[in-house]
Every structure is written in structure tokens, then in C-alpha cells.
């Protein structure tokens, strides 16, 4: 059973508003899909909200299990650390938390490209 985190602004979990960030977003939206279907839904905080040190976040969410990372964006270098962990990253997507799950479990969202932030 997959485990999915989205990057969100607020705490209202699937009606929730996508972070244009990864790691200064507030909240983790975390969804168990099984066979497609949403299982479970629940919202953490982002303990490293005020803090940007590299590896932090992508560590914290490891530790809740996660098997795909989606974000509005993320730099090439927390790609590599997420993928390190065997977490999938998916960015680029804003807009409601449920729809942008909606469009991954369809299939329609992949896919990772970095940051302009962090692009040199």
C-alpha cells in the first residue's frame, strides 16, 4: 500500500490548498492509496518549516513511510537526497490537494523537474 505525501499550505488535508515548495510548505498531506483507491488520509507538520537545512525534510519524510513525494517544486539536489530514500518525486503541480492526487492516481502527474530557485 503506497504512501503518498503532498507538500500543503494549510491543514484541511484533501481540500487543502499544494505548496509551491516542498520545504516551506507547513503541512504534509499523507494518503494510503491501495489498488488506486484512498485508504487513509491525515495531515503532519513540517517540523523544518522555519528551517531550510539541506536533507531535513526529505529525512522527516522518510520517517512517515512515504513512497511518492509531491510538490509544486523542488531543487535537483532534494530530488537526488528523496530518491536516495527510494521516494518517488513528482513536481510541479498546484491547486487543490485532492485534485493533484486525483491526477497522479489517473497517471496524468509524473514526473520531477527542479526549482527555478535552485537552478545555476
Do not use: W
Request: charged fraction near 20%.
Amino acid at each position: 500500500m503506497p504512501k503518498i505525501a503532498l507538500a500543503s499550505q494549510d491543514n484541511l488535508g484533501l481540500e487543502g490548498q499544494m505548496s509551491g515548495h516542498f520545504g516551506r510548505c507547513p503541512y504534509y498531506t499523507l494518503v494510503d492509496v491501495e489498488d488506486g483507491k484512498i485508504q487513509d488520509v491525515s495531515v503532519v507538520e513540517n517540523p523544518f518549516y522555519n528551517s531550510h537545512e539541506p536533507g531535513k525534510v526529505p529525512a522527516f519524510v522518510h520517517s512517515q513511510n512515504v513512497d511518492v513525494m509531491i510538490a509544486g517544486g523542488m531543487g535537483p539536489m532534494a530530488i537526488n537526497i528523496f530518491n536516495g530514500y527510494g521516494i518517488e518525486v513528482v513536481t510541479g503541480y498546484m491547486g487543490i490537494v485532492r485534485n493533484v492526487l486525483d491526477a497522479y492516481l489517473r497517471g496524468e502527474a509524473k514526473g520531477a523537474s527542479g526549482c527555478a530557485e535552485h537552478e545555476h
